[in-house]
């Protein structure tokens, strides 16, 4: 038996274990390792991590495909073309103006937080009632994505309001129980909103769930088909939220 | 991009050890690619995701210390009702397992392992993408491997003790 070098051996051992290693040097290194003890041991670390690691077939948690799907929905950037075909000066003059009418449109970048102050403001609308055949839900929605019928843990729909902010339709919901006076549930339409920081985040059944505090509020957050979803309650603690929430995103609510 | 979710998921994973950081790091690669999709037309679209995610990757380790620190809370320790959903406890297990221990590879080996048996990038596109040769890639790929089942492997025989 000739024994190849180490790094000749390893390089072979490497390829030989996910099966790249071109026929020649196949057939002569399984000869080595039928002889060789050490080599078998080697190749057989090989083919086991390969055989772990490529077995392990874990999907993208669907909140983080559904938010990717909305970012790859945007149009396209069309600046970066204009600066292609126009002169500077031009496209300079035309950032500006984007500039001046997205502030006097929006203002301010709609935050999670902005949002939850929908949330913890008061009810302009009747509060919306059950889905007929549908217990899961009550009767409001927003580009398809209803509001949960939560009377089975004891909680009531109180009132609603729609409001438009940034450029995001914004529908909330007003919930109460024989604990809590007041929850506000938002749903964002369009692009997932800025988070801003985070106190805490958690992984629930795949979903990304995120609490924050501001104004004396409790805020949690996450997506819903690439919706923002904003729970927002003062007095309330975020384990309460986080289970209506989690309870939300788990059943048939879609 | 949507396609190559999956996998890019699996990578993110690996290479940061924890699903949160997985979510955010695919988060930014994927805002990366979005900005810039020219640079698409004259590449493979996997290794070229892999490249985007391997800078985003080193940029944000990079920037860690100026983040807000996350904390993640076991969902055992919530008393949650049954969800009903397909969520899979020993797929995720395993994969938590397997992923950790990438992690914790030196950086150049995980980068490798990611690059060729998560991503399935041929040795040559791997040694591209992550700018060093393709004998280099072999030597780290087959240390990394080593690397990897001794550690399952001793993992293993202590749940067996």
Known sequence: MQMRDQPNNEEQLTRLADETLAAPAREALLRDVAESPELAA???EQSDAVRIVRSIDIEAPAALRASVTALARRPPRQRVRWQLALPSSLVVGAAVVALVLALASSGKPVTVVRAAHLALSAATLTAPAPT???PATVTTAIDGVSFPDWRARGWQTTGARRDRLGGHDIDT???????????GY????GAPLKVGSVEQALLIHGVRFEVIRADGATIVTWLRDGHTCVL??????AGVLLHLASWTQSSSVT | LPAHLDRLYRAAWALSGSRQDAEDLVQETCVRVLARPRQLRNEDEI???MRVLRNTFLSTKRTASRRPSVITTPVEDLALPDSGTAFKPDAAYEATEVYATIAALPEDFRLALVAVDIVGLSYREAAKVLATKEATITTRLYRARRQVARALSSNAAKIDD
């Open chain 1, 42 to 44: 080697a190749l057989a």
């Open chain 1, 132 to 134: 007929v055949g549908d």
């Open chain 1, 173 to 183: 919901v007003f919930y109460s129980s024989a604990s809590y006076p007041a929850v």
């Open chain 1, 186 to 189: 938002s749903i964002a339409a």
């Open chain 1, 232 to 237: 927002a309650a003062r007095n309330v603690e």
């Open chain 2, 47 to 49: 290794a070229y995701l």
